[in-house]
């Protein structure tokens, strides 16, 4: 039995987020399964234009283009989704696990009373079974959850899970016309808006990541070069974060940000399990610790023991000539 696919498109700065097309090629995947259609939902204000980027990776493209959609408030964005799940009968709804996505689809799992998949990873198709895959207790356990004949889910998707492929499709834009109820228990009042980094952390390919055994927060100026150069950016534990070193939005592990970039390199870092949590699917770890015993080596594809102080300029002057090179 076919089951259509609706993919939430997360958007910034009126662009579509490169997790947006990941979480598409993950619904691209399920309709193949199910031999389904792909439904992709585009909200906000001033919005339309951006249908011609995803329409040749889906079926149909569902435009909510509305002035009240200005500013964001979950309430709005869930109750548009569920009016759109019911209208295009899909069973499975997937969004990125980053951005507003991860808070906007439990609240419309709620509303769904659909069952709800978070962080997931990747799934698998065997003998007719579908399995998501999940990582837990920082990768040392994979987890694979059956989704059973006839359930409905909500999943959302960690970033750079999924490689994205070439547009194969010709979807039809549709506009849609959806006002929401008014009577919202919540509603916006302002938006106090950092000045934004180059590149997000969840969607940096490459992560160079400071502990404690950076020493001293001015100590940290030299990962910001090395991430200048290699295009990435800089990530902390919370160590670190707690003690001021650095933002909260620099923070990863299980009470922070959750990262898959290609490469990951911790510097100083212990690799205490809820920081390990929030790299666990990085393709490549590479950790520089003094102490040997240190949990990260558990987890690291490569690890050298020294002091990081003696292998940072090194590695600085390294990438900088390889950079030059290219």
Request: proline residues 3%.
């Amino acid at each position: 039995m076919a089951k259509d696919v609706l993919v939430y498109i997360e958007l910034k700065d009126r662009s579509v987020r490169k997790v947006s097309y990941e979480a598409i090629e993950a619904g691209k995947r399920l309709r193949k399964f199910f031999s389904s259609k792909l439904h992709v939902a585009i909200i906000g204000f001033q919005v339309e234009i951006l249908a011609e980027y995803v329409k040749g990776h889906a079926d149909y493209v569902h435009v909510v283009d509305e002035e009240y959609l200005t500013d964001f408030t979950i309430d709005n964005y869930a109750e548009i989704l569920h009016m759109l799940v019911e209208k295009t009968s899909s069973s499975f709804v997937i969004g990125s696990h980053a951005g507003y996505g991860r808070f906007i689809l439990p609240k419309l799992s709620g509303m769904l009373d659909w069952a709800i998949l978070a962080d997931v990873t990747g799934f698998e198709l065997e003998n007719g079974r579908l399995l998501f895959k999940k990582p837990l207790f920082g990768g040392r356990v994979l987890s694979y959850v059956e989704v059973k004949e006839g359930n409905k889910v909500v999943t959302t998707l960690r970033p750079n899970s999924f490689s994205v492929s070439e547009p194969s499709l010709s979807g039809e834009v549709i506009r849609e016309k959806i006002e929401t109820k008014k009577d919202k228990k919540i509603r916006f009042l302002r938006a106090e808006r950092k000045e934004e980094k180059k590149v997000d952390l969840q969607e940096a390919d490459f992560i160079i990541c400071g502990g404690r055994g950076m020493k001293a927060p001015e100590n940290f100026k030299i990962l910001e070069e090395i991430a200048d150069i290699m295009g990435g950016r800089v990530g902390a534990s919370r160590s670190v974060v707690d003690a001021n070193w650095r933002e909260y939005e620099e923070q990863i592990g299980k009470s922070g940000k959750t990262v898959s970039p290609v490469l990951y390199i911790g510097c100083g870092v212990s690799g205490a399990i809820h920081h390990t949590m929030g790299i666990d699917t990085s393709k490549t770890i590479v950790a520089i610790n003094s102490d040997p015993n240190a949990p990260i080596f558990n987890i690291a594809d490569y690890g050298i023991v020294d002091d990081i102080f003696a292998i940072l300029p090194v590695l600085k002057e390294e990438l900088k000539k390889a950079k030059e090179e290219v």
